[in-house]
């Protein structure tokens, strides 16, 4: 998702890495390596145009503060390249945004009107809203406006079932207006809060479509009118937008099947073209895989500086937080276990593919194209062929218990080992920063989050447990700094001690 773009500001962020002040030269030079990927990902041309031109201007007119004051008034150095990444994030945000995620209600009623050219995934999306808005305490209706695709009811009604919402299905021959009038009347009468239609796709936009549409519109008036379009059709989707905008007054974009292109350059040029801003990206074919669409979170993915806020609303999504907040206050005092390990995993794969869960880690988005899913489910499997025993104090796994384990989840008595060497050192490292204090959005995910504090940001790294990969780096280097954390940590208890003789 999104590499094509994130790889052009890698380019630039590298080119301007040593260069101690930006010039003309050296800006162009890296501005040169986002334009190509800008391009690659099928963002608009004119939309590229003007966006490097910003760039550019605000990054060699704007005086470039060499010292930041954080919120904890800590200061820090800027350097020229952060400069101008900062500068192209603000940039992006800018581009994409702003978008209010809210979707508008008129009485009370949530009503969404779904449309869209054929297969984008409007059926999906209507689902994914339902659960969305179920999830918020409301209690919604899908309506199946589409009468041509014959299965295309069947669809949304076992959607509907897995998500525990009625689907409301017109009768033999009935049009699809009339079906959504009823269904108006039926959400009124029946207690129901939110109503979402699903109107029928077609492979171009034609005017039978346009006039079916403009008709639904007149008898449901929806509060939101949500043109779905898919990463897939590239710059496609900026002409498609821009047609249907103007027969229907457009409240928003769902993009979907982000998950399913590398370039999704359409998500950054739409709201510049169309004036229509994305309200809601689909990042998989499961009903759970429906985000808000934040621009800075986007932005920031895209320069490979993670989104620490999506993140955290992944992981509210699958946990429950008082749970993970009593493990994290166990965990920070050296209490971690096998177990723990286990359930972080599962945690991490029910947020989705790790690719993107490690691409929304500040710092490691970069090696998200690295990871492999299989190393998790090696290590999962290793976990489940241990007894009880065993995952609460792996330091009793010996050779002959490595032999069995290794035999129940087919691996070799050597990665068993491996492993539990690696656990020996997580849990080192997390009892030494549990005495730190830990603090940061991160701090309510077990395990990670208590790495923030120590000035890694969401430092948790799910490869440490794993072989190979980029990781090795990312691992030595945390090292390096819990070794030098716990040196100064005794540097100073020491001084302490020494100023309390004194007294
Ligand atoms: N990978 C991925 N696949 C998706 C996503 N959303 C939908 N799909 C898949 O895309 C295909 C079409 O989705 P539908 O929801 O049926 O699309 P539609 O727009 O309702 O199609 P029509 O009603 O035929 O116009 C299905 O196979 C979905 O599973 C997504 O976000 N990611
Ligand atoms: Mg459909």
């Not at 581009?95 to 508008?104: K, N, Q, S």
């Amino acid at each position: 998702m999104l590499e094509t773009l994130t790889r052009g500001f890698k380019g630039a962020r590298e080119r301007l890495a040593g260069v101690r002040a930006l010039s003309e030269d050296n800006v162009d030079e890296a501005l040169r390596d986002v334009r190509t990927s800008l391009l690659e990902a099928d963002v608009d041309f004119q939309v590229v145009k003007d966006f490097l031109a910003r760039v550019k201007e605000r990054a060699l007119g704007e005086k470039v503060e060499t010292r930041v004051k954080d919120a904890s008034g800590q200061v820090h150095k800027v350097t020229p390249g952060q400069h101008f990444i900062a500068v192209c994030e603000e940039e992006l945000t800018a581009l994409m945004g702003p978008v209010d995620p809210d979707l508008a209600s008129a009485d009370g009623t949530t009503s969404i009107m779904l449309l869209g050219l054929q297969g984008v995934g409007k059926t999906t999306i209507a689902a994914k809203l339902a659960r969305h808005l179920k999830k918020q305490g409301r209690r919604p209706l899908l309506v199946a406006a589409d009468i041509y695709r014959p299965a295309a009811a069947d669809q949304l009604e076992q959607l509907g079932q897995s998500i525990d919402v009625r689907v409301h299905r017109g009768a033999e021959g009935e049009q699809p207006p009339d079906i959504c009038a009823r269904a108006k009347e039926l959400a009124r009468d029946g207690g129901y809060d939110a109503i979402i239609y699903d109107t029928a796709g077609r492979l171009a936009v034609d005017d039978d479509l346009m006039v079916e549409l403009e008709a639904i519109e007149r008898v449901t008036s929806p509060a939101n009118k949500l043109l779905v379009c898919d990463a897939l059709m590239g710059r496609d989707a900026v002409n498609v937008a821009g047609a249907f905008a103007e027969r229907i007054d457009l409240s928003g974009l769902v993009m979907t099947k982000i998950d399913g292109d590398s370039r999704g350059g359409a998500a950054l040029a739409v709201k510049a073209v169309t004036g229509v801003p994305i309200k809601f990206l689909g990042t998989g074919e499961t009903v759970d895989r429906l985000e808000e669409f934040r621009p800075e979170g986007l932005a920031s993915r895209i320069l490979g500086m993670g989104d620490i806020v999506g993140l955290v609303k992944d992981f509210e999504e699958v946990v429950d937080t008082q749970q993970a907040e009593e493990d994290a206050e166990r965990i920070l005092k050296g209490q971690f276990t096998m177990e723990d390990l286990l359930t972080q995993l599962k945690t991490i794969q029910k947020m989705g593919p790790l690719k993107e869960v490690m691409g929304k880690l500040p710092m490691f988005g970069d090696m998200a194209d690295q990871v492999d899913e299989r190393e998790m489910i090696k290590v999962e499997a290793m976990i489940q062929s241990m007894t009880k025993g065993e995952r609460r104090d792996p330091e009793v796994i010996d050779k002959s218990r490595a032999q069995r384990i290794a035999g129940g989840s087919g691996r070799n008595p050597r990665e068993v080992l491996d492993l539990v060497g690696r656990f020996r050192q997580m849990r080192q490292m997390m009892s030494q920063l549990g005495g730190g204090g830990a603090g940061g959005l991160l701090s309510k995910i077990p395990g990670m989050g208590n790495l923030a504090g120590a000035g890694m940001p969401g430092g948790f790294d799910p490869s440490m447990m794993m072989d190979g990969g980029g990781s090795r780096q990312m691992r030595r280097a945390n090292q390096a700094k819990l070794r030098k954390q716990s040196k100064n940590k005794r540097k100073n208890a020491r001084a302490s001690r020494k100023k309390g003789r004194k007294k």
